[in-house]
Every structure is written in structure tokens, then in C-alpha cells.
Antibody, heavy 117, light 108 residues
Framework: QVQLVESGGGLVKPGGSLRLSCAASGFTFSDYYMSWIRQAPGKGLEWVSY????????YYADSVKGRFTISRDNAKNSLYLQMNSLRAEDTAVYYC??????????WGQGTLVTVSS | EIVMTQSPATLSVSPGERATLSCRASQSVSSNLAWYQQKPGQAPRLLIY???TRATGIPARFSGSGSGTEFTLTISSLQSEDFAVYYCQQYNNWPLYTFGQGTKLEIK
């Protein structure tokens, strides 16, 4: 079945870096656009970044532009999010999701990123 | 940016009754509107897309309606497993997705 599994979250100090990964299985990864979405503790959902199937088109939310970099390796069926210059307000569960005709289906289980000194 | 506003923030309904959740867009999103359900400790799950089409495996008690700027998610005859947080999401401005702030559906 279609499955997305995130990893790489953890505790990092303000100003630090972290790289998240999302392993995809059960579908032809290279055919699909992918997104990262985050959810701060007790808060709602915030779209973070999008990458096209080939990786040639990328978008970011203004809140992470210039600090985060999305990428993918279609040979490894993997999606990545490199997060630099992390701030306390980046603390959240980060989900990867497959984009299907504009919707997000399915979502991974999420990985928690905590930015704190 | 298209702002999505959901109401109410919390809705208290008894099992077996009907729940009606609202979502308003700051500008027209046509029918490019999805609804997601999120239970505690779980990832969101797609319920409705195209404003009114149920996703695969979603029970018929879930229905969506609306177009333009006003949308509604209706859950008829609430089951215990339906108590959760519900989010609307516009994808008219894809891939610059925006979500509503969520409606918590709780047991009355």
C-alpha cells in the first residue's frame, strides 16, 4: 500500500540545522509532486514546501524561504527537507504528503522537530 | 494569500446527531476545496476533495457542499470515531496550499 515514513526529527538549538527524510513506498514516487506540511504543538496545519515530480519546480512558504531547502532523490524514492537557521517557531511535527490533483494523500506519520536551547 | 476561516472553532454534538462545519475562503477557490480529519496523535486523513467528492473509503455519512467562497462539511448521524479535528484546505492556488484553523468536533 502507499506509505510515507518520515525520519530525522529531534532536538536542536536555535540557529542549528536538521535534515528530514521521507521514504516513499507502494507507488511510483517519480510520478508525483510532494509537499512538506508542519503542525506546531496544539496548532493547525501550515504548508511548508512543494517539489515537482522531477524536482525542477519548487515553492516555499514565506516563513521558511531562504532557510529551508526541499529536494528529492527519485532513484531512492526519498524526499528531503534541509532546515537551517532554525528558530523556536519552527518547532512542530513535520509531515510529508503526496500531492494528488491538488489534494494531499496520503500523509506520513510525522516527525517532531524541537528547537530549544 | 488565500485565507481560509473555519467556524465554529469547537462544535459539541451528541452521537447520532448531525454536525455541520463551515469554511470560508477570502476569495473564490472555485471547487478546489478539500476536507481532512485529524485524530489525536495521528496524521490528517483526506475526507473530501473537489468540495463534494468523498475520498476512497470514506463513509457516506460524510458529505461536502459549496463552491466559490462558502463551503460546508456535514456529518450525518455522528459515530464515536468521528470526534476529531477537521480542517479545510484550498488548492485553487496550488501548490500554495492554505488551511483553515480547524474545527474541533467534541462529544456533547
Amino acid at each position: 500500500q502507499v506509505q510515507l515514513v518520515e525520519s530525522g526529527g529531534g532536538l536542536v538549538k536555535p540557529g542549528g540545522s536538521l535534515r528530514l527524510s521521507c521514504a516513499a513506498s507502494g507507488f511510483t514516487f517519480s510520478d508525483y509532486y510532494m509537499s512538506w506540511i508542519r503542525q506546531a504543538p496544539g496548532k493547525g496545519l501550515e504548508w511548508v514546501s512543494y517539489i515537482s515530480s522531477s524536482g525542477s519546480t519548487i515553492y516555499y512558504a514565506d516563513s521558511v524561504k531562504g532557510r529551508f531547502t526541499i529536494s528529492r532523490d527519485n532513484a531512492k524514492n526519498s524526499l528531503y527537507l534541509q532546515m537551517n537557521s532554525l528558530r523556536a517557531e519552527d518547532t512542530a511535527v513535520y509531515y510529508c504528503a503526496r500531492s494528488v490533483a491538488g489534494t494531499l494523500l496520503p500523509w506520513g506519520q510525522g516527525t517532531l522537530v524541537t528547537v530549544s536551547s | 494569500e488565500i485565507v481560509m476561516t473555519q467556524s465554529p472553532a469547537t462544535l459539541s454534538v451528541s452521537p447520532g446527531e448531525r454536525a455541520t462545519l463551515s469554511c470560508r475562503a477570502s476569495q473564490s477557490v472555485s471547487s478546489n476545496l478539500a476536507w481532512y480529519q485529524q485524530k489525536p496523535g495521528q496524521a490528517p486523513r483526506l475526507l473530501i476533495y473537489g468540495a463534494s467528492t468523498r475520498a476512497t473509503g470514506i463513509p457516506a455519512r460524510f458529505s461536502g457542499s459549496g463552491s466559490g467562497t462558502e463551503f460546508t462539511l456535514t456529518i450525518s448521524s455522528l459515530q464515536s470515531e468521528d470526534f476529531a479535528v477537521y480542517y479545510c484546505q484550498q488548492y485553487n492556488n496550488w501548490p500554495l496550499y492554505t488551511f483553515g484553523q480547524g474545527t474541533k468536533l467534541e462529544i456533547k
